[in-house]
Nanobody
Framework: QVHLVESGGGLVQAGDSLRLSCAAS????????MGWFRQAPGKEREFVAA????????LYADSVKGPFTISRDNAKNTVYLHMNSLRPEDTAVYYC???????????????????WGQGTQVTVSS
């Protein structure tokens, strides 16, 4: 069992940066690949980024490739999403999730994730 809690969201202006954190409980955190997803009002939840259990491999949605960076610290049971050059279209609730399948599975697919956090709101004003 893995319990995930996101933090770090807030209201920022276009061009600003934020770092989201996702703290995990449980001793098996390092066995899971981790992903970030987001859901804007009226839209489906979409993949943002994923990182392998070791942190050696990462994957990004084309829309965030470059400005966003995913990282993890297994000693702290935490995964991060560093977001630079934020735009109003990045406004969404951001969720972290844990997947036992790793990046060799389908890290862009919601149903490949076993555990989800409650989400943190990111609002980017123009």
């Amino acid at each position: 069992q893995v319990h995930l809690v996101e933090s770090g969201g807030g209201l920022v202006q276009a061009g600003d940066s934020l770092r989201l954190s996702c703290a995990a409980s449980g001793r098996t955190f390092s066995r899971y690949a981790m992903g970030w997803f987001r859901q804007a009002p009226g839209k489906e939840r979409e993949f943002v980024a994923a990182i392998s259990w070791s942190g050696a491999a990462t994957l990004y949605a084309d829309s965030v490739k470059g400005p966003f960076t995913i990282s993890r610290d297994n000693a702290k049971n935490t995964v991060y999403l560093h977001m630079n050059s934020l735009r109003p279209e990045d406004t969404a609730v951001y969720y972290c999730a844990a997947s036992r399948y790793g990046l060799v599975g389908r890290p862009q697919v919601l149903t490949d994730y076993d555990y989800w956090g409650q989400g943190t709101q990111v609002t980017v004003s123009s």
